[in-house]
């Protein structure tokens, strides 16, 4: 009563004059009215931060009103439904307070401010009937549990609670729910978590293949854990034997079954790490090769759209940043969960009364350094920002120094940058006082709690309840305990992150190539009879006027004769070609191929037959031998020569230092321009092509080469159609048939000699040409 009293007078003392200067009403001894309170309720709505104070009030007028209910004649003998019910009571009325009352804090009312309040009122009951299931006296506990004491006991274990909730259980019981709830409701849930959940299920079907090596690493990771609580277990024996002086066998038993023991966790966590690093890298292996696959099979459009150098980090960096996090990370967190389990499991054994003084300290030592830590981290990052600013300084006086000189302000300047640094003087000592405190904090609350459970593991020695030994061995084992929490804690969530990043990975392995899919014809004749019918195309998919490249183009290429693709520059010739070997595909229009549309083919098939040389040509760093018969690796040297030779290549590749075995350098670098035309000529000859495309194939070499080459390639290509892209129209002028392109469109068709009396565009850019012509002889005879 006194007690309840107490509060009532805090409250109306205290409280309500802080609301409102008019309600003071001064009563020491009398309870409040109803009238009173309702005008406080009232007048606190607006003034939340008033409310964790009413809130503890109410509680402490709510703990002694169960007291006055318990000791009823009515309930006394029912001690245990009292302590239950009450609990009950006091929770529902808490919750309610909290839950309608305008000015209760956010946080209160949350989740995890639920959680805590049942902490509140439930830890006691949960207590007391868990001393009377184990045979314990709960006299104590059941009379006594609302006092002064206890009440701030219980405000102290909830604080802790909410440690745990928010630092570390609540992250792992959510997961777990959601997990359960994926596996047995069909709700939707969060985007993150689904990405995370999804990412997870896709990293077990990785490793599916390796299941057993897994579950025997998992077998390996308990046994070898268990063998590590030998040291501290063993420890206790012995000690227990020097205090007792027990017989020399005692000792000599202990010892060996502790060396035993040890040699064999050693050695089964040496086997178990090289399974599973082998396994990892097996699996690791395996992803990046098929992040390489999936990447390979996307449309060109998606190279168009993506950097190599990004396209090389997501198949290099992010698979090897997700299989190094999980590798490392995820061994650590196995080990530490295993010596966690089993650390818990001697330590109850040992003790559980230190055991649960352990693990209501635990959290203590985590926040207080956590806290000086933060703080210690905000005054490093001041230092820096205030080093910045006198860099700034320095940096703009040096660089205007005219300025500085010609005002005679170079004190001035000193002065501003001396100024500068005394700043970063004053933030650097704070600096150094919170890194003492920091680490000060730290190894104080590590001290506290080893002093607390030595202090309270001596009373249990002297007790009785536990033996000199049992003291050793348990200390021992909070030690390598604080640690593996820790460890859990840190690497758990570098593990959660590491799966979270593997999204990025499967991202392109998911990623359908947008293409269409294969065709199936492939016939053993092909004409090479090529037509685009009303072809419009755009690089972005877009129709709209700017983005247009060709616009309605209606063209064909006679099988066994050489069309000339002939324009301006960026008239669209090059794109033609990229259509007809399904780089991209029309907007709209048709692609036939011997009548058939061009999707019909099978794509194989299509790249054996239509052969394309172009000016920028790639050879592959590796022999001229194996470039020549690159994807043809089957073909045989014969073949190989011939093909050599229609390219007028053999000649100079016999001369290079290792003939055909010589290396070709990064992207051909070690053969001339020329000679990499002539490679490529050779390449796209050894599959003997149906169609050959040259598009301006033969630019790198001079008029002379180019002829020659030209002629030789034209000479052996009686039964192909060859569509001819050149810039030189005395090249082009050969042609069976000349299609000249402008701006995206067909502007005239026809032979040579046709479009010359025609007098359009072809007959404009001959004559631009050989006026070109003309003037670069003129000027070689200047020089000359
Ligand atoms: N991959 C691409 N993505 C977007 N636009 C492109 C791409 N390739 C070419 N283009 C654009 O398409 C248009 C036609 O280019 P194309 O290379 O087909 O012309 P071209 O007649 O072959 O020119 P050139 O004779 O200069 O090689 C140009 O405006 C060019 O900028």
């Known amino acids: 009563m006194q007690t309840t009293c107490f509060c009532l007078h805090v409250f109306t003392n205290i409280v309500v004059p802080q609301l409102k200067p008019g309600l003071c009403v001064y009563m020491d001894t009398q309870p409040l009215t109803l009238p009173v309170s309702c005008i406080c309720l009232y007048s606190m709505q607006k003034m939340s931060y008033f409310f964790p104070l009413l809130f503890i009030c109410l509680d402490v007028c709510l703990v002694h009103s169960i007291r006055l209910a318990q000791f009823s004649p009515h309930l006394l003998s029912h001690p245990f439904i009292t302590l239950w019910g009450g609990g009950l009571v006091r929770a529902c009325l808490l919750m309610l307070v909290t839950k309608t009352y305008p000015g209760s804090l956010p946080w209160m009312s949350s989740f995890e401010g639920l959680q805590s309040l049942g902490v509140l009122c439930f830890h006691f009951p949960v207590y007391t009937t868990l001393l009377w299931a184990l045979g314990q006296s709960t006299m104590e506990e059941v009379l006594g549990w609302h006092s002064w004491e206890k009440v701030l006991q219980g405000y102290v274990v909830t604080v802790v609670a909410w440690i745990y909730w928010s630092r570390y259980v609540s992250s792992l019981l959510l997961s777990f729910s959601g997990y359960i709830s994926s596996r047995f409701t069909k709700m939707p849930s969060e985007k993150p978590k689904e990405g995370t959940d999804a990412n997870l299920k896709r990293l077990m079907e990785f490793m599916r293949p390796h299941l057993w090596r897994f579950v025997a690493v998992l077998i390996l990771v308990v046994l070898s854990s268990y063998g590590e609580m030998a040291v501290p277990q063993y420890t206790g024996r012995v000690a227990d034997w020097i205090i007792n002086e027990e017989a020399p066998d005692a000792f000599s038993e202990a010892i060996t079954a502790m060396t035993l023991m040890t040699v064999a966790s050693a050695v089964l966590e040496f086997v178990c790490d090289l399974i599973y690093n082998i396994t990892m890298s097996l699996i690791h292996t395996s992803v990046q090769g098929l992040v390489f696959q999936a990447v390979l099979k996307q449309e060109i459009a998606f190279f168009d759209g993506s950097t190599t150098g990004e396209l090389v980090s997501r198949i290099t960096?992010?698979?090897?940043?997700?299989?190094?996090?999980?590798?490392?990370?995820?061994?650590?967190?196995?080990?530490?969960?295993?010596?966690?389990a089993f650390l818990l499991y001697f330590m109850v054994s040992q003790s559980w009364k230190m055991t649960l003084l352990t693990c209501m300290g635990l959290p203590i030592i985590w926040v207080i350094p956590k806290l000086t830590g933060h703080f210690h981290q905000a005054i490093a990052v001041k230092v820096q920002e205030s080093l910045a600013k006198a860099n700034q300084v320095a940096t703009e006086t040096f660089s205007s120094i005219k300025t500085v000189r010609s005002f005679a302000n170079e004190d001035g300047e000193t002065e501003r940058y001396k100024k500068q640094l005394d700043d970063t003087y004053t933030l650097n000592e704070k600096e150094a006082a919170a890194y003492a405190a920091s680490t000060w904090a730290n190894s104080m609350t590590t001290l506290a709690l080893k002093v607390c459970i030595l202090y309270y593991g001596g009373?249990?020695?002297?007790?009785?309840?536990v033996s000199s030994g049992d003291l050793v061995s348990f200390v021992l084992y909070e030690l390598q305990f604080t640690s593996a929490v820790e460890a859990v804690m840190r690497y758990y969530p570098e593990v959660k992150k590491a799966i979270g990043a593997s999204e990025k990975i499967f991202e392109y392995l998911d990623r359908k190539p947008q293409v269409p899919p294969d065709g199936t014809l492939a016939p053993k004749n092909l004409r090479g009879h090529i037509q685009f019918k009303d072809v419009t195309f755009s690089y972005s998919g877009s129709t709209d006027e700017n983005s247009v490249v060709l616009k309605n183009v209606s063209l064909e290429v006679k099988p066994g004769q050489i069309t000339a693709l002939v324009g301006l520059n960026r008239s669209g010739k090059s794109t033609c070609v990229k259509l007809l070997e399904r780089f991209y595909q029309p907007c709209s229009g048709k692609i036939l191929l011997d009548g058939e549309p061009l999707t019909s083919y099978k794509d194989q098939y299509l790249h054996d037959k239509i052969a394309v040389v172009s000016q920028d040509c790639v050879l592959f760093a590796r022999s001229v031998r194996d470039n020549i018969k690159y994807g043809y690796e089957d073909a045989s040297d014969e073949e190989m020569y011939r093909a050599a030779r229609l390219a007028s290549a053999h000649g100079f590749i016999e001369q290079l230092s290792n003939g055909y075995n010589t290396d070709a350098g990064e992207k051909g670098g070690q053969v001339s321009g020329g000679q990499k035309q002539r490679i490529a000529i050779a390449r796209a000859f050894i599959r003997r092509p149906k169609i050959l495309i040259l598009d301006n194939a033969t630019s790198d070499l001079d008029t002379e080469n180019e002829y020659q080459v030209l002629q030789a390639l034209l000479n052996h290509t009686n039964n192909c159609s060859v569509l001819l892209i050149s810039t030189k129209m005395s090249i082009a002028e050969k042609a069976n048939h000349i299609i000249v392109l402008n701006n995206?469109?067909?502007?005239?068709?026809?032979?040579?000699?046709?479009?010359?009396?025609?007098?359009?565009?072809?007959?404009d850019l001959v004559e631009k040409q050989n006026r070109g012509f003309h003037r670069q002889e003129e000027e070689r005879n200047d020089t000359q």
């Open 744 to 763: 995206g469109m067909v502007e005239e068709e026809g032979s040579h000699d046709e479009l010359m009396k025609k007098g359009g565009l072809y007959a």
């Open 317 to 340: 960096t992010d698979t090897n940043s997700m299989s190094e996090a999980l590798s490392e990370k995820l061994s650590l967190v196995m080990w530490y969960t295993a010596r966690f």
């Open 459 to 465: 009373t249990l020695v002297t007790r009785g309840t």
